[in-house]
T-cell receptor
Framework: DGGITQSPKYLFRKEGQNVTLSCEQN?????MYWYRQDPGQGLRLIYY???????QKGDIAEGYSVSREKKESFPLTVTSAQKNPTAFYLC???????????FGSGTRLTVV | AQKVTQAQTEISVVEKEDVTLDCVYE???????LFWYKQPPSGELVFLIR??????QNEISGRYSWNFQKSTSSFNFTITASQVVDSAVYFC???????????????FGKGITLSVRP
């Protein structure tokens, strides 16, 4: 079945460590997105990519980095520069604009 | 810039009551798309509906209905005869087509937490 796989579902890291969240899709979608969710804040866009080897900053890109070397993969690295990384992270992909977005099941990151 | 406002933050109703979730949006584009998503406690987003800016017809799907009014920039969602399983966070979202028609980011409202009590 086609879909988006995010791994791991739960992730714990020590403060000051970089951590990479995985996002893989087999839907042949061109665009991929990373969102962060905090209680009462809704979903805020971190980075998005409309095509391989290209990506743009979203609304809250500081402290994060991404790569898009393959169409299927869009990993997100939470760096030590991110001041409050504990959150729920959702990855999404889309094809034709406005037609629909598919979301992964999310990764809950806790930094201790 | 595009913006979605969900002024209600939490709503609590008793089972079988009807409930309406409000959504107001802002956009400069004439072509755009509106969405509603449901997020149960598991965290995954469940797609409910997509509506393009040229289609103002209201839609009904079972106990769910949507009222799209461009004149007031609103896209409200009504659940009729609510059930405990409807308890979740509901998000309204907007996507603009853009000048190039390229894939556009989704902008979300802050969500409405709906609690349906038995």
């Amino acid at each position: 079945d086609g879909g988006i796989t995010q791994s791991p579902k739960y992730l714990f890291r020590k403060e000051g460590q970089n951590v990479t969240l995985s996002c893989e899709q087999n839907l042949n979608h061109d665009a991929m997105y990373w969102y962060r969710q905090d209680p009462g804040q809704g979903l805020r866009l971190i980075y998005y990519s409309q095509i391989v080897n290209d990506f743009q900053k979203g609304d809250i890109a500081e402290g994060y980095s991404v790569s898009r070397e393959k169409k299927e993969s869009f990993p997100l690295t939470v760096t030590s520069a991110q001041k409050n990384p504990t959150a729920f992270y959702l990855c999404a992909s889309s094809t034709t604009v406005g037609y629909g977005y598919t979301f992964g099941s999310g990764t809950r990151l806790t930094v201790v | 810039a595009q913006k979605v406002t969900q002024a209600q933050t939490e709503i609590s109703v008793v089972e079988k009551e009807d409930v309406t979730l409000d959504c107001v949006y802002e956009t400069r584009d004439t072509t755009y798309y509106l969405f509603w998503y449901k997020q149960p406690p598991s965290g995954e987003l469940v797609f409910l509906i997509r509506r393009n800016s040229f289609d103002e017809q209201n839609e009904i799907s079972g106990r769910y209905s949507w009222n799209f009014q461009k004149s007031t920039s609103s896209f409200n969602f009504t659940i009729t005869a609510s059930q405990v399983v409807d308890s979740a966070v509901y998000f309204c979202a907007l996507s603009e087509a853009g000048a190039t028609g390229a894939n556009s980011k989704l902008t979300f409202g802050k969500g409405i937490t709906l609690s349906v009590r038995p």
